[in-house]
T-cell receptor, first 114, second 116 residues
Framework: DTEVTQTPKHLVMGMTNKKSLKCEQH?????MYWYKQKAKKPPELMFV???????INESVPSRFSPECPNSSLLNLHLHALQPEDSALYLC?????????????FGEGSRLTVL | GDSVTQMEGPVTLSEEAFLTINCTYT??????LFWYVQYPGEGLQLLLK?????DKGSNKGFEATYRKETTSFHLEKGSVQVSDSAVYFC???????????????FGQGTILTVHP
């Protein structure tokens, strides 16, 4: 079983809706990530949080708003999305300064924007 | 910057055939190397990893050896099954001074389809 839990697994929203994706991990990792993945393409990094602070924003449009309320939780708030934002959104976590650089991924939230 | 190049796919094999998916990399430091697998409709799972030269990662019958001299990390399996049908991603994580930066650089992915 994955140790990174994402909810919901599927989400359908209109372009005027506001919704949120949630991610939780209990491995004690202090780095958490949001990736966006189109079908059969590699994941693209969106945001990185280190010690609950945003450390990397890969020039993501402001209609995506990340939040890290505590060391175990990561949210992605969605507002006024476009159909091209439909994708699989993956959350991941890792140790900071770990020896291997391994990321642990959740199962993803599949988003459809109508 | 760092980069990962995977063999172009898709790859179609019959059950029990031998599998090789080539992966080469460029990195300024001394990276850790990974193979992630994504089954249809699912997230990414770590398949295997290697953190130093000549390390062999192995899992579920898959193997890959970290070859620093050829900057390669080719994935192999001696006898594939229909259940191995998935997308396979080679990836690296830059390691400098003994610690990671936490960012993965992915290859483009290789779609594997195994027929009965």
């Amino acid at each position: 079983d994955t140790e990174v839990t994402q909810t919901p697994k599927h989400l359908v929203m209109g372009m005027t809706n506001k919704k949120s994706l949630k991610c939780e991990q209990h491995m004690g990792h202090r780095a958490m990530y949001w990736y966006k993945q189109k079908a059969k393409k590699p994941p693209e990094l969106m945001f990185v949080y280190s010690y609950e602070k945003l450390s990397i924003n890969e020039s993501v449009p402001s209609r995506f708003s990340p939040e890290c309320p505590n060391s175990s939780l990561l949210n992605l708030h969605l507002h006024a999305l476009q159909p091209e934002d439909s994708a699989l959104y993956l959350c991941a976590s890792s140790q900071i300064g770990g020896l291997t650089g391994e990321l642990f991924f959740g199962e993803g939230s599949r988003l459809t924007v109508l | 910057g760092d980069s990962v190049t995977q063999m172009e796919g898709p790859v179609t094999l019959s059950e029990e055939a031998f599998l090789t998916i080539n992966c080469t990399y460029t990195a300024t430091g001394y990276p850790s190397l990974f193979w992630y697998v994504q089954y249809p409709g699912e997230g990414l799972q770590l398949l295997l990893k290697a953190t130093k030269a000549d390390d062999k990662g192995s899992n579920k019958g898959f193997e890959a050896t970290y070859r620093k001299e050829t900057t390669s990390f080719h994935l192999e399996k001696g006898s594939v099954q229909v259940s191995d049908s998935a997308v396979y991603f080679c990836a690296l994580s830059e390691i400098q001074g003994g610690t990671s930066y936490g960012k993965l650089t992915f290859g483009q992915g290789t779609i594997l389809t195994v027929h009965p």
